[in-house]
T-cell receptor, first 111, second 115 residues
Framework: QKEVEQDPGPLSVPEGAIVSLNCTYS??????FMWYRQYSRKGPELLMY????GNKEDGRFTAQVDKSSKYISLFIRDSQPSDSATYLC???????????FGAGTQVVVTP | EADIYQTPRYLVIGTGKKITLECSQT?????MYWYQQDPGMELHLIHY???????EKGDLSSESTVSRIRTEHFPLTLESARPSHTSQYLC??????????????FGPGTRLTVL
């Protein structure tokens, strides 16, 4: 069983819709959670990071962490075609920063 | 935001060739990483470095080697490339977030194809 599970998609939504992405994990020691966006043939780009449980909002993006359920989510409001990319969750147990990644969910936002 | 550079972006070579993938960063970050990424699969850490003259193997066994002679430079070398080495190689460096952990910033990647 993988430490981090993420539905590969593709997830297709119309422009303006809310995109909902999530990851589940098995290691309860994970404390730091990140979301990366990766465009085709590019490196991952950090979107958001959070510590422990709770919500964090940044513009159109909201990250949620539920440590009791070992479940994290990313919501994208008012989605745009430019949001079409693969979204990777990542997490780590410690301050060292060695990350465990999910396989990524491909998102397609259609005009 | 970190500036991470990788060259070449694309490389097609024959079996048995020696190759070096270059990675450099301009932010003075001590920690640097190499990942391997295959389509639809998660990123796998193959090497990392805490700083100059420090290198460690990652979670995924790799026949590649790395060196860290300068802070800004973290090249990866394959002495004899094989088709099984075909993959995307991503370099990253990290900086503290202020939340108690580092956050990693990635380069654009090198897509390697070994024929």
């Amino acid at each position: 069983q993988k430490e981090v599970e993420q539905d590969p998609g593709p997830l297709s939504v119309p422009e303006g819709a809310i995109v909902s992405l999530n990851c589940t994990y098995s290691n309860s020691a994970f404390q730091y959670f990140m979301w990366y966006r990766q465009y085709s043939r590019k490196g991952p780009e950090l979107l958001m990071y959070t510590y422990s449980s709770g919500n964090k909002e940044d513009g159109r993006f909201t990250a949620q962490v539920d440590k009791s359920s070992k479940y994290i989510s990313l919501f994208i409001r008012d989605s745009q075609p430019s949001d079409s990319a693969t979204y990777l969750c990542a997490m780590t147990t410690d301050s060292w920063g060695k990350l465990q990644f999910g396989a990524g969910t491909q998102v397609v936002v259609t005009p | 935001e970190a500036d991470i550079y990788q060259t070449p972006r694309y490389l097609v070579i024959g079996t048995g060739k020696k190759i070096t993938l270059e990675c450099s960063q301009t932010m003075g970050h001590d920690k640097m990483y190499w990942y391997q990424q295959d389509p639809g699969m998660e990123l796998h850490l193959i090497h990392y470095s805490y700083g100059v003259n420090s290198t460690e193997k990652g979670d995924l066994s790799s026949e590649s080697t790395v060196s860290r002679i300068r802070t800004e430079h973290f090249p990866l070398t394959l002495e004899s490339a094989r088709p099984s080495h075909t993959s995307q190689y991503l370099c990253a460096s990290s900086a503290p977030t202020g939340l108690g952990t580092d956050t990693q910033y990635f380069g654009p990647g090198t897509r390697l194809t070994v024929l």
